[in-house]
């Protein structure tokens, strides 16, 4: 997602959802003073995690707003997911950068800095053209105010099963071996990431929830 870089690419776009048995919080007015958690929702307990561990990233009063709006409900779609990224493409414009994005991430095009997931089109990315060295921190920021919070309970909702995991890069050796691409014995998860990059989708393999 944007600038944070991302250890494990292999991240399944397979919609889920936490359980309905919410956790209580004691200690939820010290790192949510604005309210931002809501009562209940399918989401609920994702978004208080969230909350909780970004709790030292500012939030200016626009932002607590816009983060009660998409949290009311306890659930996190899409659209709000998408919403905070513009959020932050605009503030990184509004900082005088020049922005390209926020864009879908490709897999295929071979990122190795952004989230890859099984459905291109559920990650997004902030991009700048020609970018200063002032770039990095100012996005930093503004994702910080704008996106960290609801893209952690986004990840949470597409984190994927082991089972999945496994489905996906059986799919992805698979078409490496297609495509003459020497494996490993056994092949290795590093070389599912490289078939990706080659322009293999093993997310087409997934059956739907």
């Given at each position: 997602?944007?600038?944070?870089?991302?250890?494990?690419?292999?991240?399944?776009?397979?919609?889920?959802?936490a359980g309905s048995n919410s956790v209580?919080?004691?200690d939820i007015d010290e790192w949510d003073p604005h309210g931002l958690v809501p009562a209940v929702g399918p989401h609920?307990?994702?978004?208080?995690d969230s909350v909780r561990s970004n709790a030292?990233?500012?939030l200016p009063e626009e932002s607590v707003a816009f983060h009660m709006e998409v949290f009311s409900d306890g659930l996190v779609e899409f659209s709000e997911y998408e919403a905070a990224m513009f959020a932050a493409t605009e503030c990184a414009r509004d900082m005088g950068h020049e922005i390209v994005g926020p864009l879908v991430s490709d897999?295929?095009?071979?990122?190795g800095t952004i989230e890859v997931?099984?459905?291109?089109?559920?990650?997004?990315?902030?991009?700048?053209?020609?970018?200063?060295?002032q770039f990095g921190e100012d996005a930093e920021l503004?994702?910080?105010?704008?996106a960290w919070r609801i893209e952690n309970?986004?990840?949470?909702?597409?984190?994927?099963?082991?089972?999945e995991i496994q489905l996906w890069l059986e799919a992805a050796w698979s078409c490496a071996e297609q495509r003459g691409l020497q494996l490993s014995d056994p092949p290795t998860e590093e070389e599912a990431v490289d078939a990706v990059a080659f322009g293999c989708r093993p997310w087409d393999d997934l059956p739907a929830r």
């Open positions: 997602m944007g600038l944070r870089r991302v250890t494990l690419l292999i991240i399944l776009v397979v919609g889920c959802s209580s919080f004691p609920r307990d994702l978004i208080a030292e990233l500012p897999p295929a095009e071979g990122w997931g099984t459905n291109p089109s559920q990650y997004l990315m902030v991009l700048a053209r020609d970018p200063s060295p503004c994702q910080g105010i704008w309970v986004w990840q949470a909702i597409l984190e994927p099963t082991e089972q």
